[in-house]
């Protein structure tokens, strides 16, 4: 069994950041590959960044460039989402997700890439 718990999520003004944690609980030490998503109301979940199970490889979606940054520790079983200058537009739930995704091709993106998910965390960019 594995659960993927974010945290962090909260109202934040607009320019400013916000550090999202998602954690992973597993019997397993493996690490997985790990995406975080997000959904704003009204819209599909979108593909915001990926991280590979060892660190090494990294994506973003351009609407994040420049501002999102994903880490993990997998000492910690964690993953992280420092989000900087932040816009209303960044307003949704974010998720965590949890899987598998083969790098160099752009499989990171899809939502079918991963299999465990955690419950969403809000956060609000007020402007």
């Known amino acids: 069994q594995v659960q993927v718990v974010e945290s962090g999520g909260r109202v934040v003004q607009a320019g400013g950041s916000l550090r999202l944690s998602c954690a992973v609980l597993?019997?397993?030490?493996?690490?997985?590959?790990m995406g975080w998503f997000r959904q704003a109301p009204g819209k599909e979940r979108e593909f915001v960044t990926a991280?590979?199970?060892?660190?090494?490889?990294?994506y973003y979606a351009d609407s994040v460039k420049g501002r999102f940054t994903i880490s993990r520790d997998n000492a910690k079983n964690t993953v992280y989402l420092q989000m900087n200058s932040l816009r209303p537009e960044d307003t949704a739930d974010y998720y965590c997700?949890?899987?598998?995704?083969?790098?160099?091709?752009?499989?990171?993106?899809?939502?079918?890439?991963?299999?465990?998910w955690g419950q969403g965390t809000q956060v609000t960019v007020s402007s």
């Open positions: 997700a949890a899987g598998a995704f083969r790098t160099g091709t752009n499989d990171y993106t899809r939502t079918t890439s991963y299999t465990y």
């Open positions: 991280i590979n199970w060892s660190g090494a490889s990294i």
């Open positions: 597993s019997r397993t030490s493996s690490p997985y590959d």
